[in-house]
């Protein structure tokens, strides 16, 4: 780290108009959500079909420029708040590398994935712009999913107030999860899925804020400790057996799992009219599992489908209301030498 600190800037930047991009996927988590907050495990798959992009170029003007086209914002990074999530992934980043300036830089972030609908678009706007900034400034060592997970975090506390690590964890690893919030260290193990599971993700068009939900859940956890304290149990238990389902590839026993997690996200309030709509169209339709995904209260639906029941799948959900559905598959991963 001393090192670096006294490597001038100018040595950092590769020259003017060099490019440096890097992508980070959205994700859904399939058990766990905001049980996961108070220590249970829960499980996530990155959705990599939809994504977040970092584009890092060398300036010859002064100063970090910050663009979010999609946002319609362009600022600079010297005015931003404080708690700014690109501005504070840039000066965790600089931070971390023990650069004391930064050589003038553009940088813009896009992403297909929708806000505020529980897919991990914080966490990958975070991930993607701290591993193209990390590799511009040639901090190969900062790139890697575990410092760029670890720093998406602090950038997570910003967004949720008090977040488990799971969106960071996934988006950042880009494989599938079996997370437990754990001190010192958490519990991060990715493991085989033995069949490929097909999944549909409804979204019911209503946005929600992660913070406020996962506050709420909070301040019910602090009025009714046991109740929810059991809630939270029973979806440790659900993630610890999806895990195994997933493993023998029992898919019947996971669509039963995911039903079972939905009942109790109910109890919990963070379910809502709309989300439970879809649910039971799905059910209606002969999903093997539907449940809502992340926080809550709007965002998404996921639901588990034999490979050739989609397209009926998605015509129910669409009646239901949902506004658009995506498809993804969570496949056995290659073997390494593959
Ligand atoms: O970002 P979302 O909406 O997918 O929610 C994250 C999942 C929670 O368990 C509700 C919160 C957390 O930090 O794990």
């Known amino acids: 780290m001393g090192r670096h600190r006294r490597r001038s ?5 590769h020259g003017t108009n060099v490019k440096t991009e890097a992508t980070a996927p959205g994700k859904i988590i399939l058990f766990g959500e905001h049980a996961v907050v108070y220590g249970q495990p829960a499980i996530a798959a ?57 050589p003038p830089l553009t940088i813009t972030v896009r992403s297909e994935i929708p806000i505020a609908s529980g897919l991990g678009s914080g966490a ?25 997970s670890a720093l998406s975090y602090e950038i997570e506390k910003v967004h949720h107030g008090t977040p488990s690590g799971v969106d960071n964890t996934v988006v950042s690893y880009e494989r599938p999860v079996y997370f437990r919030r754990r001190k010192p260290e958490n519990l991060i193990e990715t493991f085989q899925v033995t069949a490929p599971i097909h999944l549909l993700i409804a979204d019911t ?49 996971l ?5 079972e997690n939905q009942a109790w ?17 799905a059910r209606t339709a002969g999903a093997l599992g539907a449940k809502l995904s992340g926080a809550g209260r709007g965002g998404n639906v996921i639901v588990l489908v034999g490979e050739s029941d989609t397209v009926a799948m998605r015509d129910a959900l669409l009646s239901a209301g949902a506004i658009h559905v995506l498809s993804t598959t969570v496949a056995p991963e290659p073997s390494p030498e593959t």
């Open 46 to 102: 990155p959705v990599s079909q939809i994504r977040a992009t970092a584009t890092v170029v060398t300036t010859e003007a002064e100063g970090v420029r910050l663009i979010a086209p999609d946002l319609g914002l362009a600022y600079w990074l010297e005015g931003a708040a404080r708690d700014d999530p690109l501005a504070l992934a840039v000066r965790l980043l600089q931070e971390a590398a023990g650069i004391d300036t930064l």
């Open 124 to 148: 990958a706007i975070a991930a993607a712009l701290l591993r193209a900034l990390a590799r511009h400034l040639d901090r190969p060592a900062l790139a890697t999913d575990e410092r760029v």
């Open 9 to 13: 800037p100018l040595h950092l930047a």
């Open 205 to 253: 068009g209503i946005r929600s804020a992660t913070r406020d939900v996962v506050g709420d859940v909070r301040r019910q956890w602090q009025k009714r400790p046991r109740e929810f304290e059991e809630i939270f149990a029973a979806c440790g238990r659900i993630a610890r057996e999806a895990r195994a389902a997933l493993e023998e590839g029992e898919q019947r026993r």
């Open 255 to 259: 669509g039963q799992l995911m039903y």
């Open 265 to 281: 996200l109910r109890q919990m309030t963070v379910s809502s009219t709309p989300l439970d709509r879809l649910v039971e169209a």
